[in-house]
Each structure stands twice: as C-alpha cells, then as structure tokens.
C-alpha cells in the first residue's frame, strides 16, 4: 500500500523559513520521480516542485523558485520542499505527490499524502 506522509508545517512569519517532509512507503522511492503541490483556501491546486529520482535534478513553478529547494534522502524513502522567505500567500496545505507532473490536472490524478498546513502569518 503507497503511503505519503508530510510534516513540517506550521505558523511562520513572513521572511520566515520552513522545511517539509514527506516520508514514504509501499513502493520503489529511489526509482521514482515526486512532486509537491500546494492548495491555498478556495483555489485550485498549485504545482509546486518535482524532483527526478536522482537528488540533484528538481525543478520548480516560478512562484517558487529563486526561494525553495527540493530534495530526497533515497536511503529514508523521504522527500523535502525547504522554503524560505515565505510570504503571506504561500499559505496552503502542502502535499508530496507520487510521480512527476507539471500541471494541475495531472497532478490532480496521482497519488498525495493528507497534506501538511503551512500558514504565513504575523
């Protein structure tokens, strides 16, 4: 059974930094590529990040991108989005998805964990 299992969040400040987690198991984490998304109150979904099954090879949305890094420890079957300098509209629940995408919809389709709350606030 897949399972996808974020932590991390929290009530930071703005400028604030956090690092998620999404530990996983019942499948083949080194050999597979993850992505994060997010989901703000009352919008759509929001691709974020993937990282390809080799640990250097993430890319990113540009809502994100000069300010995030995301990486995986292959040993711990573990993904990490670190963010840094939030702001107050990265407030959303955050979710690791199982698989590589790029867009709403097909991100929409994979398999993600219950999510972890970020809320970027003074």
């Known amino acids: 059974e897949v399972q996808l299992m974020e932590s991390g969040g929290g009530l930071v400040q703005p400028g604030g930094s956090l690092k998620l987690s999404c530990l996983t198991s019942g499948f083949p984490f080194d050999k597979r590529p993850m992505s994060w998304v997010r989901q703000a109150p009352g919008k759509d979904l929001e691709w974020l990040s993937f990282i390809n099954p080799g640990p250097d090879d993430a890319h990113y949305a540009d809502s994100i991108k000069d300010r995030a890094t995301t990486s995986r420890d292959n040993a711990k079957d573990t993904l990490y989005l670190q963010l840094n300098r939030l702001k107050t509209e990265d407030t959303a629940m955050y979710y690791c998805?199982?698989?590589?995408?790029?867009?709403?919809?097909?991100?929409?389709?994979?398999?993600r964990g219950q999510g972890t709350q970020v809320t970027v606030s003074a």
């Open positions: 998805v199982l698989g590589g995408c790029q867009t709403t919809h097909y991100c929409s389709t994979l398999p």
